[in-house]
């Protein structure tokens, strides 16, 4: 089983400030990765794809990248409606999600 | 653009058979040529596939389930749904229903449903 290692656990910013999530593989994913984003008391959504394709309706301030074993999403500039939980999700063998980091308000 | 909803019981006894319906709104489920898939989220924690059936109606599991787990297709009642048998405690989760076209990431998210396996 490929295990997804997300860092950091938690990452206090302020709005409008830049993002950076990092998402771990045990092995090689190539570019068959996804990043989520989950609300307390909601379901995911699908951000990103393919790692670095953007989901129909996703904001341009949403970017991934990486291939191989290390992969980021950023987030440009924090807006309100952005502090939440997010998880990366790899398919190249099976299916596994991370652990998540949360986005918190510093 | 799909709708999907969860409805089943909300507690399920130890050893038991869990059995969650998602009802399916926007067209017939037949018309989508889509991945109806199950994911499960533990209170606090993080995400686990469950499996997924194709339009075609092959299906697949998590092995880590594989030996308890079933979904099939209801074209008539627009549905799909999830038995799980012999739940422990650590089967209690919130259980989301999804569809989408691609086999691999999740599109279309259900609200979920607070399964809780308890005697």
Known sequence: EIVLTQSPATLSLSPGE?????????????????WYQQKPGQAPRLLIYDASYRATGIPARFSGSGSGTDFTLTISSLEPEDFAVYYCQQCSNLLTFGGGTKVEIK | ?????????????????????????????????????????????????????????????????????????????????????????????????????????????????LVTVSS
């Open chain 2, 1 to 113: 653009q799909v709708q999907l909803q969860e409805s089943g019981p909300g507690l399920v006894k130890p050893s038991q058979t869990l059995s969650l319906t998602c009802t399916v709104s926007g067209d017939s489920i037949s018309r989508y040529t889509y991945y109806w898939s199950w994911i499960r989220q533990p209170a606090g924690k993080g995400l686990e596939w469950i499996g997924h059936i194709y339009s075609s109606g092959s299906a697949n599991y998590n092995p880590s389930l594989q030996s308890r787990v079933t979904i099939s297709v209801d074209t008539s009642q627009n549905q799909f749904s999830l038995k799980l048998s012999s739940v422990t405690a650590a089967d209690t989760a919130v259980y989301y229903c999804i569809g989408g076209p691609n086999r691999y990431y999740f599109d279309y998210w259900g609200q979920g449903t």
């Open chain 1, 18 to 34: 830049r993002a950076s999530l990092s998402c771990r593989a045990s092995q090689s994913v190539g570019t068959s990765l996804a």
